[in-house]
Nanobody, 128 residues
């Protein structure tokens, strides 16, 4: 079984930054891609960002792509999400996810169902 553990969440002022790590452990595991999603109570879990290790390709949702990055300090079992200029409406639980199969269609990495492994989430609160 694979465990994903996110950390780094907390309270930040509007305009501030956070860096969320996600580490995978458990059985021998090599992901093809890892992603970040976020969810507020009563809302759908939405895609934020992903990295496909083959080609080091990164993908971002439109609301975040000029402010969030998956930096190049990752391994196949650990990924980071750097968030800057956070806004109060970005108060969510942020989830890390991983998938082992490699898909050639990049679009799948923004789809929740692509990922078979999920963390428990880390709460980010952005104060106004």
């Amino acid at each position: 079984q694979v465990q994903l553990v996110e950390s780094g969440g907390g309270l930040v002022q509007a305009g501030g930054s956070l860096r969320l790590p996600c580490a995978a452990s458990g059985r021998t595991f090599s992901s093809a891609a890892m992603g970040w999603f976020r969810q507020a109570p009563g809302q759908e879990r939405e895609f934020v960002a992903a990295v496909r290790w083959t080609g080091d390709s990164t993908y971002y949702s439109d609301p975040v792509k000029s402010r969030f990055t998956i930096p190049g300090e990752n391994t196949k079992n650990k990924v980071y999400l750097k968030m800057r200029t956070l806004q109060p409406e970005e108060t969510y639980v942020y989830y890390c996810a991983a998938t082992e199969p490699l898909y050639l269609d990049d679009k799948v990495y923004s789809i929740r169902a692509t990922y078979e492994n999920w963390g428990q989430g880390t709460q980010v609160v952005v104060a106004s």
